[in-house]
């Protein structure tokens, strides 16, 4: 299954977009990407799922070039309830089934 | 619709000694995930079911840890005997199926501390 690398952390403030870049350049043909939210004493929470190209939803876009081997979260207009930790996934089939693998994520802290 | 449910939220237990969660997946979801999410790393997924079989346990610690899902709906892990290292969130999670497009529902997760 594809590795994935995002930053560790990020500092954004109050109004900005920010952009989180995960690098997966194992990705399979049939893999596909998905990004998860999770906040402190909670579990994570879909954000957005692609495939390729440009995927936008009411929360954010996911971005994904060509060679699909990385692909950038963007939120627009942050606040400070988007201080959180932003998880990219990329899944692959398994036996029965299909399967994903969390990395560390990146910490984004978002400031006043 | 409801959410998934996890239970105990929090739980502490000596070395040596075993314990279990419970988990509740939303109605109708197919597929069951446990996690295991260690303090400031991703979770890492110990088992997945599909219905009332394994799909997948490679990273489940088969000597002290344990899963069931009776009749394809509720899940229980245990651990016995827990050690130290098993001090982590247990995350539970359920899709609707197993394919690529499925997301995932995780409950609050249990908290454990080994002691």
């Known amino acids: 299954l594809a590795k994935t690398t995002q930053p560790i952390s990020m500092d954004s403030y109050e109004g900005q977009e920010v952009n989180i870049t995960c690098s997966h350049n194992?990705?399979?043909?049939?893999?596909?990407i998905t990004w998860y939210q999770q906040f402190p004493s909670q579990g994570p929470r879909f954000i957005i799922q692609g495939y390729k190209t440009k995927v936008t939803n009411e929360v954010a876009s996911l971005f994904i070039p060509a060679d699909r081997k990385s692909s950038t979260l963007s939120l627009p207009r942050v606040s400070l309830s988007d201080t959180a930790v932003y998880y990219c996934l990329v899944g692959g089939p398994n036996t029965g089934g299909f399967k994903t693998i969390f990395g560390a994520g990146t910490r984004l802290f978002v400031k006043a | 619709e409801a959410g998934v449910a996890q239970s105990p939220r929090y739980k502490i237990i000596e070395k040596r000694q075993s314990v279990a969660f419970w988990c509740n997946p939303i109605?109708?979801?197919?597929?069951l995930y446990w996690y295991q999410q260690i303090l400031g790393q991703g979770p890492k997924l110990l088992i997945q079911f599909q219905n009332n079989g394994v799909v997948d346990d490679s990273q489940l610690p088969k000597d002290r840890f344990s899963a069931e899902r009776l009749k394809g709906v509720d899940s229980t892990l245990k651990i016995q005997p827990a050690k130290l290292e098993d001090s982590a969130v247990y995350l539970c999670a359920s899709s609707l199926g197993s394919l690529p497009t499925d997301t995932q529902y995780f409950g609050p997760g249990t908290r454990l501390t080994v002691l």
């Open positions: 194992n990705i399979a043909t049939n893999d596909y």
């Open positions: 109605s109708g979801h197919a597929t």
